[in-house]
């Protein structure tokens, strides 16, 4: 293999990516991991079990994340999520709008491909529905609002938007200091609210899909920041990172790579296009929990129960698509990935989306009590 | 199993057999049992924790083709 040829490191980038996304699809299913799942338990029967889960995986992600760019591993700055841009209310209208979604499509992008690998059709749906509405976020009608009205409203941080370069242009730290201590500060805090629940404690399904989510997440940072990395293309004689639909160091996220791959199978012929970490990435979860689902004797068939269920279903995967997109990620892609940059961004999205999955339910709920 | 009230939750998934569970029991009485039908794979551990985090008991939960039926006694 040549190191600097992207077309024959293309193949190993996806690879991985489709490796640590089986291992996530296969772990999600077993264990139940599910953002909207951690949102429910908590909001409609005061259970925190899985909103630890979420939280354990975030902390994993940052622990590991911050080691890799302590170590000089991989740099994080090279991902969209810390970028200069704080596209503050994109950040909040895309991600309060996904979190309304997942709670009409039956779980967010990476629940909605877990299901499929179960046998779930409506979810089969929502994939469809959320690949073409992030398309046309990306680049369709929806983009032209997103872009020309939602993400004109913006500040510019000169440093960046991570944690790290702005508390030292606060404080006048060393970002190298802080780019040490707050990923152990902020996942060391998460850690330990986590591990003080006795019930989550006792539970080792729980400890089990945090800290696998959380590694895959880590993994998908070397994935693509260290084996698809190229210092200078031939082609361009600039840095690349191969193989990544955003052409910076990507991590998982299940909105716009569910819009790639519907491309990817549209314009099959099309030989520029290939198979991307994103693409991979959806479609190892896919693999990864059919496999469990199928070993398991789990797998089962599952189609929608009337048309209101199905209308909750399309919005919710529109909602999803466009939130996604237009927040730069989802309960994955920002919460987690973005999340493990300490980008400010994603920290404002994770809340957006909880904001949004709660108050959806408490809707539902109300809804319920007047309908009698 | 005798129960006092019945709801079909078939073809939901997470969160509304919750929701239409937790509606139901507000309408019934202490020690009265509630029967849910569900499709939804994800119902069992969330009737689970339903249980023990609202205290209503779970009497007992089965599977047969391929619906999952739950009793639930009102605390």
């Given amino acids: 293999m040549n190191p600097t040829d992207p077309a024959q490191l293309a193949p190993y980038v996806a690879g991985g990516a489709f490796l640590l996304a089986f291992l996530f699809g296969a772990v999600g299913n077993k264990t139940n991991f599910c953002t909207m799942g951690a949102v429910s338990d908590w909001v409609n029967m005061g259970d925190t079990g899985r909103m630890r889960m979420w939280l354990l995986a975030i902390a994993v992600a940052v622990l590991g994340s911050g080691a890799l760019q302590v170590a000089g591993i991989v740099d994080l700055s090279k991902s969209i999520y810390p970028s200069a841009n704080f596209t503050w209310l994109s950040y909040i209208v895309g991600g309060f709008l996904f979190g309304v979604g997942?709670?009409?499509g039956s779980g967010c992008g990476s629940k909605t491909l877990i299901r499929i690998g179960g046998g779930n059709l409506k979810s089969l749906v929502v994939y469809l529905v959320?690949?073409?509405?992030a398309y046309m976020t990306l680049r369709g009608l929806l983009g032209a609002f997103r872009v020309g009205v939602l993400e004109r409203v913006s500040l510019t941080l000169p440093t960046g938007q991570d944690l790290p370069a702005l508390l030292s242009a606060l404080?006048?730290?060393?970002?190298e200091t802080l780019s040490v201590l707050l990923p152990l500060l902020i996942g060391g805090a998460i850690l330990a609210f986590v591990y003080a629940s006795r019930q989550f404690r006792s539970a080792f399904d729980y400890t089990l899909g945090g800290v696998v989510t959380g590694l895959v997440v880590v993994g998908g940072w070397y994935v693509s920041g260290v084996i698809g990395y190229v210092?200078?293309?031939p082609a361009t004689l600039q840095e690349a990172f191969v193989a990544t639909n955003s052409g910076r160091m990507e991590s998982f996220s299940f909105v716009a790579p569910l819009a790639f791959t519907l491309e990817y199978l549209m314009f099959w012929t099309d030989k520029s296009k290939i198979i991307t970490y994103g693409i991979a990435s959806a479609a190892g979860v896919?693999?990864?929990?059919?496999?469990y689902a199928l070993a398991t004797r789990s797998f089962r068939w599952e189609g929608f129960r009337d048309a209101e269920d199905t209308a909750n279903h399309i919005v919710g995967g529109l909602l999803m698509g466009f939130g996604g997109v237009t927040a730069l990620g989802c309960t994955i892609g920002q919460a987690i990935s973005g999340f493990s940059t300490l980008a400010l961004g994603?920290?404002?999205t994770f809340v957006a989306i909880v904001a949004g999955s709660a108050l959806t339910m408490k809707y539902q709920y109300w809804r319920?009590?007047?309908s009698g | 199993m005798n129960f006092d009230k019945e709801i079909d939750t078939r073809g939901l998934n997470c969160p509304l057999p919750i929701?239409?569970?937790k509606k139901a029991l507000t309408d019934m009485k202490a020690g009265q049992v509630l029967k849910i039908v569900a499709t939804d794979p994800g119902s069992v551990r969330d009737f689970q924790a339903f249980s023990r985090q609202t205290g209503n008991e779970l009497l007992s939960h089965g599977e047969a083709n391929k619906e999952f039926t739950f009793f639930l006694k009102h605390r």
């Fill in chain 1, 346 to 348: 994603s920290i404002l």
């Fill in chain 1, 286 to 291: 896919i693999a990864g929990s059919a496999a």
């Fill in chain 2, 19 to 21: 929701l239409r569970a």
């Fill in chain 1, 231 to 233: 210092a200078e293309d």
């Fill in chain 1, 368 to 370: 319920l009590t007047r």
């Fill in chain 1, 130 to 133: 959320l690949g073409i509405a």
């Fill in chain 1, 171 to 175: 404080t006048g730290l060393a970002k």
């Fill in chain 1, 102 to 104: 997942m709670t009409l």
